[in-house]
């Protein structure tokens, strides 16, 4: 049973379109993440939500829009696709223990972007 | 400003060796530091973590060394083995006290371990 799971993992598209990444967890956790991973592997945190509240938005373009419909969901829809958005990114969840103070996070398998 | 500084981007072991790689990290706040394991095509997974208070930290074929006065940590891997190749990434964060603090990650090290 897969504790952070993403879909799709896989997104080929071209650049202007609008696209969105789903990700559910099972952990009873009350954060979740929106990590983007670029093709140097750097690991970069986007947003953070802790019970439907955002907390992190990390001067991120607004094309990117997350959106969190109850503890165990966050979504990410993106406008306006551009090539430099293609990417891998990775949902993510910990208990909120003081912010990730000995927190685990938790990162599902990631959704990999090519914008054409 | 790279907070947490990665050293080296790449590294290749021969099975049974060693492998050793570095962090660095500049806010003396930080108090957690851990180590995380990604295999291709996964996401991230915790390996091994230690807080400041105590010098090293060991499980299994994997050590944390951590050096406060110099701000560095370190992850040794014992008997290296095929199965550890992956991309290792240290991380830092501090106590937030009433607010709220994030993981910062390091670059990432690619580790080969030939057979």
Request: a positive charge; hydrophobic letters at 35%.
């Amino acid at each position: 049973d897969t504790a952070v799971s993403q879909t799709p993992k896989y997104l080929v598209t071209q650049m202007g379109n609008d696209k969105s990444i789903k990700c559910e967890q099972n952990l009873g956790h009350d954060t979740m993440y929106w990590y983007k991973q670029d093709s140097k592997k750097f690991l970069k945190i986007m947003f953070s939500y802790n019970n439907k509240e955002l907390i992190i938005n990390e001067t991120v373009p607004n094309r990117f829009s997350p959106k969190s419909p109850d503890k165990a969901h966050l979504n990410l829809h993106i406008n306006s696709l551009e090539l430099g958005d293609s990417a891998v990114y990775f949902c993510a969840s910990s208990q909120w223990t003081g912010a990730l103070r000995g927190g685990e996070l938790f990162f599902g398998e990631g959704s990999r972007l090519t914008v054409l | 400003q790279q907070q947490v500084k990665q050293s080296p981007q790449s590294l290749i072991v021969q099975k049974g060796g060693i492998s050793i790689i570095n962090c660095a990290y500049e806010n003396t706040a930080f108090d957690y530091f851990p180590w995380y394991q990604q295999f291709p095509g996964k996401g991230p997974a915790l390996l091994i973590a230690i807080r400041p208070d105590v010098s090293e930290k060991k499980e299994g074929r994997f050590t944390i060394s951590f050096n406060k006065s110099a701000k560095q940590f370190s992850l040794h891997i014992m008997d290296s083995q095929p199965g550890d190749s992956a991309t290792y990434f240290c991380a830092a964060s501090r106590s937030p006290g009433s607010g709220y603090s994030t993981l910062t990650f390091g670059k990432g090290t690619m580790l080969l371990v030939s057979p």
